[in-house]
């Protein structure tokens, strides 16, 4: 961000989140399903077309980075960085956390930081991280795990659709 000297420090905006106006309560279509589907009267692809188009919160915690000691003996943090989180499961796989909302997020770690992202935004970043999984509320109410092509479908932008015969199909670009 640049500005000229004579610009009001006011008129400078970095671009900001498509969320603004977000007051961290759960997507209502998401929520429902992830509880349906808990309940086992919703099937796995309905979860997917709700999460397909909510909003997640992805939680970024602060690393710390380099620790110095001053004279009294005692240690200080000197620099520390922000940064999503990846959970490596009990088979080594790692997977990035998302979250519902923030009461789910507060559940998991109340020092979280949450950051809004479309969720194909929060599926693109597990998967560019390296990550087999995208888990969505791991400390409840309902969690849910995306992972395999499905996971690949939905960081591409992919959304699953209801067939008229009631099965399920994916809608995406060919690209």
């Not at 106006?21 to 309905?46: C, E, I, K, S, V």
Request: negative net charge.
């Amino acid at each position: 961000m640049t500005a000229s000297p004579n610009e009001r420090p006011d008129a400078r905006r970095l671009q900001g989140s498509e969320y603004v106006d977000d007051d961290g309560t759960a997507d209502p279509a998401l929520a429902t399903a992830l509880a349906a589907h808990a309940g086992g009267t919703a099937p796995y692809p309905a979860v997917l077309a709700a999460l397909a188009s909510a909003r997640l919160l992805v939680p970024v915690v602060a690393v710390l980075g380099e620790v110095e000691v001053g004279d009294d003996g005692l240690a200080r943090d000197k620099s520390s960085d922000m940064a999503a989180v990846l959970l490596t499961g009990a088979d080594g796989r790692m997977a990035l956390l998302a979250f519902t909302d923030l009461a789910a997020l507060t559940r998991w770690d109340p020092q979280a930081r949450p950051v809004p992202v479309a969720a194909h935004l929060a599926a693109a970043t597990a998967v560019q991280e390296g990550a087999a999984a995208l888990v969505v509320d791991v400390a409840g109410p309902h969690p849910f795990v995306l992972d395999g092509d499905d996971l690949t479908r939905i960081a591409s932008g992919w959304q699953p659709v209801q067939l008229d015969d009631g099965g399920w199909g994916w809608l995406g670009s060919a690209d």
